[in-house]
């Protein structure tokens, strides 16, 4: 059985790798910058609570786009920091304050956003989070692409890494990326997208109902692409490196600790079941080479068992590194070291079943949200 699972692995690693590569947002396959896409107004709608720092940093990007912004929109989701000041500060920014809690039944992202497309007045919508940091080439590469595909097109940043703990994103950051049905396999229908970046026409978002439908959804970024496919809207995810990057939890590990366990329970099932039963599989893989490793150390082997649990890690390692290196700044010891990876991974997996199916609640920015 233990063979039987390391060769799924492999199987399923290479599959993973193959989709993602295909899913790269700057290689556009020929497709070209034409009349049509230049003609497209897109409206920029950034949702901001307690921003300040990262807004000083998104709306230079933002303006500086080879192909320029209809207009910038930032909502202040009612925050205690200088967001609106920081925002106020820049001319070509249309600041829209929120100064209460959402309503009843609203999450705040979903309200924000929302509140951003009732003020907004372009063709199309580019749903952007405040930390994400663009090249200059994100606007046009998002339009050719969505002239190319319709629909909605999203895309997950490169992972910018700055402190040691933020490595310990790696599992995470795959799990999302291959695991959950989003990049065309093992469905070719995605059933998810990812919130950091997310572009529609305005027409496709007024006939779904946009965020206004979705509105208690924590994870708003999967129940708008599950949304859109409902109303047989085409839904396309990209990879952003060498277009968009950001730091996913730069303020600490308890902000780490805090998006974990918001997002790993409730979304664990969200690509589908022969999705979740396939990333069941490979994590299998990589949690029972961890003790094939581990074992050459502590146990007395043979010299052929030895070859055999350090190939085994060797393979594990080199596809986690194959997975990971067009997905953030993850180094090759971060391959290497994968046991520590996984073992902090299912500790807070565990963390968030507690939160979600005990506690009924997680926590994220300072509010409190039911699930």
């Not at 572009?199 to 708003?220: A, C, P």
């Not at 974990?260 to 979304?267: E, I, L, P, T």
Request: proline share 4%; charged share 20%; aromatic share 14%.
């Amino acid at each position: 059985m233990r063979y039987l699972i390391f060769v799924a692995f492999v199987v399923i690693s290479i599959l993973y790798y193959i989709s993602g590569r295909k899913r790269i947002l700057r290689r556009t396959n020929g497709l070209k910058y034409g009349e049509e896409i230049a003609e497209k107004k897109v409206s920029v709608i950034i949702p901001a609570r307690n921003e300040e720092e990262n807004l000083k940093k998104l709306i230079p990007l933002i303006c500086s786009q080879h192909f320029p912004a209809h207009e910038i929109i930032v909502v202040d989701d009612n925050s205690i920091d200088n967001t609106s000041k920081v925002a106020s500060g820049f001319k070509n920014v249309k600041l829209l304050r929120l100064n209460e809690e959402p309503p009843e039944g609203w999450v705040g992202k979903s309200w924000a956003l929302w509140n951003g497309f009732l003020n907004s007045s372009g063709d199309y919508l580019l749903f952007l989070d405040a930390d994400v940091e663009p090249s200059d080439k994100l606007i046009e590469y998002l339009s050719v692409q969505h002239s190319h595909h319709g629909g909605l097109i999203s895309v997950w940043p490169y992972q910018r890494l700055e402190q040691f703990y933020e490595h310990f994103t790696l599992p995470f950051n795959l799990l999302v990326i291959y695991a959950s049905n989003t990049l065309g396999f093992p469905g070719k229908i995605a059933r998810g997208a990812f919130g950091p970046v997310v572009f529609t026409s305005r027409e496709n978002y007024e006939k779904t109902g946009g965020h206004s439908t979705i509105r208690d959804g924590i994870l708003e970024d999967i129940r708008l692409a599950k949304l859109y496919t409902k109303h047989g809207i085409k839904v396309t995810n990209f990879l952003g490196d060498g277009v968009v990057q950001f730091r996913m939890y730069p303020n600490g590990i308890k902000q780490l600790l805090e998006g974990f366990s918001k997002n790993m329970s409730s979304g664990a099932t969200t690509g589908g079941t022969f999705a979740f039963l396939l990333a069941l599989i490979w994590m299998a893989g990589i949690y029972t080479s961890i003790p094939n490793i581990t074992s050459v150390f502590f146990e007395t082997n043979n010299i052929s068992d030895v070859l055999i649990k350090v190939a085994n890690y060797l393979v594990v390692t080199l596809f986690i590194r194959l997975l990971s290196k067009d997905t953030g700044q993850y180094k090759i010891y971060d391959a290497l070291l994968y046991p520590i990876h996984y073992i902090f991974f299912l500790i807070v997996f565990f963390y968030s079943l507690y939160l979600t199916l005990l506690k009924k609640q997680v926590y994220w920015r300072g509010r409190k949200l039911k699930v």
